[in-house]
């Protein structure tokens, strides 16, 4: 063990206080001293001058380990320093992966159309002997059913509230239904609020009195196999209008003839001044053909 006078450097009071260099144990030391450990140029406790080397061990008395020199040999900074929590409360830490931007296309807004009501809500009125007077009159090829015809007439036409099957093999379109119009048979479903109604009255009429002239129309008249049985100018109209509703006049002559004519556009001349004809108001009365 090397004596007293070789511990350090400048000697002095102190220097006797550290002395030589040790094999970092305590039993290099004397009784009354300890080991201290040194990293590569650490002061030495006790110590006034300047250590023989930056590593070697030195004997101390136990009153020179301070705090501070435990902390000396304890402390070891990390090659990193350890980074403090932000004290921001909005900090955050991303995700590996950001979330995906909002589509650039936007969400659509929802249709002004309304959504065809079910098949299954429909009500079926059965067969009537006629359809519905409606403004909308349009008729679809293809649906023979009526949850196909309902479905392709609302499709086409949302104002649709009725519809009707069979007549002409079509599917017919209605956005009303004030009444029926006889002529054929048809099958007719419509929504559950609809009231099923009655046959519709002939539209009024007037009198361009006494001819010996009748409508160049189709002729249809009480004397033919398909004609028409009145008694007055009131049931011929009625009967007319119930069969074909497009007509526009009747001819009616005294022995009970009635002739229902869909059209007027020039007066043939029977001989006769015994016709009376009854039209559609507004309908102006034609010359000689």
Do not use: H
Request: charged residues 25%; contains cysteine; glycine residues 8%.
């Amino acid at each position: 063990r090397p004596p007293p006078s070789s511990g350090a450097k400048g000697g002095g009071e102190r220097a006797v206080r550290a002395v030589g260099s040790t094999r970092d144990t305590n039993a290099d030391c004397s009784l009354e001293l300890v080991c201290f450990q040194r990293e590569k140029g650490d002061r030495v406790p006790g110590c006034g001058g300047e250590p023989n080397s930056d590593r070697d061990d030195y004997c101390i008395t136990p009153q020179d380990i301070t705090p501070f020199s435990t902390l000396l040999r304890s402390y070891s900074p990390s090659a990193r320093p350890t980074l403090l929590p932000s004290t921001n409360p909005l900090s955050y830490s991303p995700s590996a992966r950001p979330p995906p931007l909002p589509s650039a296309k936007p969400t659509p807004l929802p249709s002004s159309k309304p959504t065809p009501s079910p098949a299954k809500s429909l009500l079926s009125w059965g067969k009537v002997d006629g359809w519905c007077n409606s403004a909308l009159n349009e008729a679809i090829d293809g649906p023979t059913r009526a949850e196909e015809c309902w479905e392709a007439c609302v499709n086409k036409y949302s104002e649709t509230v009725a519809i009707d099957l069979l007549r002409d093999g079509l599917c017919w379109c209605r956005d009303s239904c004030p009444c029926f119009i006889t002529g054929e048979l048809n099958l007719i479903y419509a929504l559950p609020t609809l009231q099923k109604p009655s046959k519709c009255g002939a539209p009024e009429f007037v009198s361009w009195g006494k001819n010996t002239r009748y409508c160049d129309g189709f002729d249809n008249c009480s004397d033919n196999s398909d004609g028409i049985s009145a008694t007055s100018p009131e049931e011929c109209w009625q009967a007319c209008f119930d069969k074909y509703p497009v007509i526009v006049s009747i001819d009616f002559d005294s022995d009970g003839d009635c002739c229902c004519q869909e059209r007027c556009p020039c007066m043939e001349t029977i001989g006769a001044d015994s016709n009376i004809i009854y039209s559609l108001p507004g309908l102006t009365k034609p010359d000689k053909c």
